[in-house]
């Protein structure tokens, strides 16, 4: 007997559940480590476990304006004084603030049903801003190492130090406001993933007031401080990039931390009436995970108590793995259990050359 539970509806807590305060808590802690392999902030992604409440939506939202404004006010200063350390952190801050882009891209076409077309919906959407923000990230990192260069081959004076100078510390203030806001929303919410966002963010204020170098170096004489300065920046830009590279691909090719696939095995193997689970299969879609699992039930259940018991693990893996939200299951009995018994030995028919399955 083998049946299937096929349905990929998006499961909700808020709708179909209620938790306690400290079970929701501990489930925002626990899955802040199934993003993409990677811990802490990446540029172009955000943990899942950060927008899966409107509070972390509106954490994300609010700390772009606030990382935006930031930065236009230090390319405003960078325009008048030709700093390029400065511009080396603007360049930085933007590429800080351009995370939430693929986030609401994600929400807009979010809102649009899946369709004949896109069956299972407009998630990809959010991976493909994801690679629009790396590239804006490697291009801004690549004006940013020209310009540095050229002002190191020929050094040009900087003008308004004094400015510079207050710019750096706006940059370190904007980064130090939006960590504050961050750490406090993130222990409010118990995420761990926001929690760590923001102490990013405080090691990148930290690395605004390195332009606080440069301004010393030029007013001392030394105007090689400033593309020095700029040259570093850069390096760093340039990390960010990479990191979000392998974020962003590693999620578009359908690449998940092994921990994910391991513990759904882990709960599924729980569920009442459930003698095996074989393969699982997990992938991204935007910041929705989607699962796909072989179970095995005693042989001799009807169609309907397999299927009943397909509904069960289901629901037990929405409800206990914050990070899903959309399962298929195929039942298989217990003495057929996994794809290795769907093999379809080599054969022909209707003439056709001979093929297998």
């Known amino acids: 007997m083998s ?23 501990e489930k925002q802690q626990h899955g802040n480590d199934h993003g993409d392999g990677a811990r802490g902030h990446t540029h172009g992604t955000i943990d899942p476990s950060i927008i899966a409440t409107e509070r972390g939506l509106w954490a994300i939202k609010w700390s772009f304006v606030g990382l935006f404004a930031t930065t236009l006010l230090q390319l405003l200063v960078v325009y008048f004084s030709s700093s390029i350390a400065l511009l080396a952190d603007s360049i930085h801050n933007l590429g800080d603030a ?12 979010g809102k649009r049903k899946p369709s004949k077309r896109f069956t299972y919906g407009y998630g990809r959407v959010e991976d493909l801003a994801g690679v629009v923000v790396v590239l804006t990230i490697l291009s801004s990192a690549i004006v940013a190492g020209y310009e540095s260069i050229q002002r190191f081959l020929h050094p040009q004076p900087v003008s308004y130090l004094w400015a510079v100078a207050a710019a750096s510390v706006i940059g370190f203030l904007g980064n130090e406001g939006v960590a504050i806001f961050r750490i406090k929303v993130g222990k409010e919410m118990g995420s761990a993933a926001l929690i760590a966002d923001g102490y990013h963010a405080r090691m ?3 690395a605004s007031l390195a332009v606080l170098l440069s301004v010393i170096g030029v007013s001392m004489g030394y105007p090689l401080a400033d593309p020095i300065i700029g040259i570093l920046m850069t390096l760093l830009i340039l990390r960010i990039a990479w990191e979000s590279a392998a974020a962003v691909f590693t999620r578009l090719l359908d ?17 009442k009436g459930v003698e095996d689970v ?10 929705r995970m989607h699962a796909e699992l072989n179970v095995a039930v005693a042989q001799g259940l009807s169609v309907e108590e397999g299927h009943n018991v397909a509904n069960e693990v ?3 893996l929405l409800h206990k793995l ?9 039942v298989d009995p217990a003495n057929a ?3 290795k018994h769907h093999h379809i030995e080599e054969h022909t028919h209707d003439g056709e050359p001979a093929h297998s399955h």
């Open 3 to 25: 049946s299937h539970d096929d349905s990929n509806r998006d499961h909700s807590h808020e709708d179909e559940h209620s938790h306690a305060a400290p079970e929701q808590d």
């Open 314 to 316: 289901r629901h037990d």
């Open 322 to 330: 914050q990070f899903l939200s959309g399962v298929t299951i195929h």
């Open 98 to 109: 351009c995370t939430a882009i693929p986030l609401g891209i994600a929400f807009i076409l």
């Open 255 to 271: 690449g998940v931390d092994p921990n994910v696939v391991d513990e759904i095995k882990g709960e599924a193997s729980r569920s």
């Open 278 to 287: 074989s393969e699982v299969r997990v992938r991204w879609l935007g910041h």
């Open 204 to 206: 990148d204020g930290i």
């Open 337 to 339: 259990s996994g794809e």
